[in-house]
């Protein structure tokens, strides 16, 4: 356990480090956290991600929609621990996915049945997806400060396109018009 007061740490983390410390050789555990915790730079979060890295015992973490708890709205994400998992770690950023719905009071976002087939399948099965998914080595997660947040391992993709000096200036004739400037773009 982190040497910290333990009066001033938030519940979740005395209660990640209680079932860690407790879990049995070979155990597994899913904890629902604030999807702050994935990516917190220091302190008793950033700690405990390191125990896990470096303790080999993290299976993947999942970070859904917002309000997908009908009653809250904060982000989650859900680690799943797994002594066993000596391997590969599957992150997936799944905060994109469901509808939103009105229930009551209260706004709430929903996964179809085939969402949350997907988001299994992807888990059980440690794939890559673009933009959806990455499966990364221990040493992978050090190397980036310990972040369990998909979108910081994805690849950025960038496109290239021949375009001629006659289709910039009709692009910037739109530009100016659109905003209306009265201003004369450069042949």
Known sequence: ???AAKDKMAIYQ????HIIWSLKPGGKA???VPTGFITAQSGIDKGIREHLVK??????VVSIPSNIFATTDTNVSILFIDANNKQKVVLI??????QKVKDGKNQKTVLTDEKEKRICQVFNNKWNEDDFSVVVSYDDIAAKNYSFSA??????????VDITPELVCR???????????L????P
């Not at 303790?55 to 993947?60: I, P, Q, V």
């Open 1 to 3: 356990m982190p040497k």
């Open 55 to 60: 303790n080999k015992m993290l299976a993947g």
């Open 171 to 181: 692009k910037n004739e739109r530009v100016y018009w659109q905003s209306g400037e």
């Open 151 to 160: 979108g910081q391992y994805f690849d950025f993709k960038i496109e290239y």
């Open 93 to 98: 950023d799944a905060l994109n996915l469901g």
């Open 183 to 186: 201003v004369q773009p450069v």
């Open 14 to 17: 005395l209660f990640l480090q």
């Open 30 to 32: 899913a904890i629902v």
